[in-house]
């Protein structure tokens, strides 16, 4: 069992940064992939990035986002650099056993954390 637990998502004006964390509880973390996904209001969930043996990014993102894991803190970090309005969502972290071919499919992951909201202001 995993429980997943996202922070530091808030209002910030268009070009600032914020840092989205993902702690997780259990002994096993190491083994998850983790990913960031986002859902904006009106919209479907969408992919953001992915941590696994290598990292992945949506076109939307890269160069802008990086996503990082510290295992021994059972943490991931989403730093987002660059921020737009259109990245205004609710950013999930999420967790599974799964191969990079279907990273981007919401229903391979296993545990979900509550969200953060992140707000971009033009």
């Known amino acids: 069992q995993v429980q997943l637990v996202e922070s530091g998502g808030g209002l910030v004006q268009a070009g600032g940064s914020l840092r989205l964390s993902c702690a997780a509880s259990g002994r096993t973390f190491s083994r998850y992939n983790i990913c960031w996904f986002r859902q904006a209001p009106g919209k479907e969930r969408e992919f953001v990035s992915w941590?696994?043996?290598?990292?992945y990014y949506a076109d939307s993102v890269k160069g802008r986002f990086t996503i990082s894991r510290d295992n021994a803190k059972n943490t991931v970090y989403l730093q987002m650099n660059s921020l737009k309005p259109e990245d205004t969502a609710v950013y999930y972290c999420?967790?599974?056993?799964?191969?990079?071919?279907?990273?981007?499919?919401?229903?391979?992951?296993?545990?979900w954390g509550q969200g953060t909201q992140v707000t971009v202001s033009s």
């Open positions: 941590s696994g043996g290598s990292t």
């Open positions: 999420a967790a599974g056993k799964l191969t990079p071919n279907v990273m981007r499919q919401a229903s391979w992951y296993d545990y």
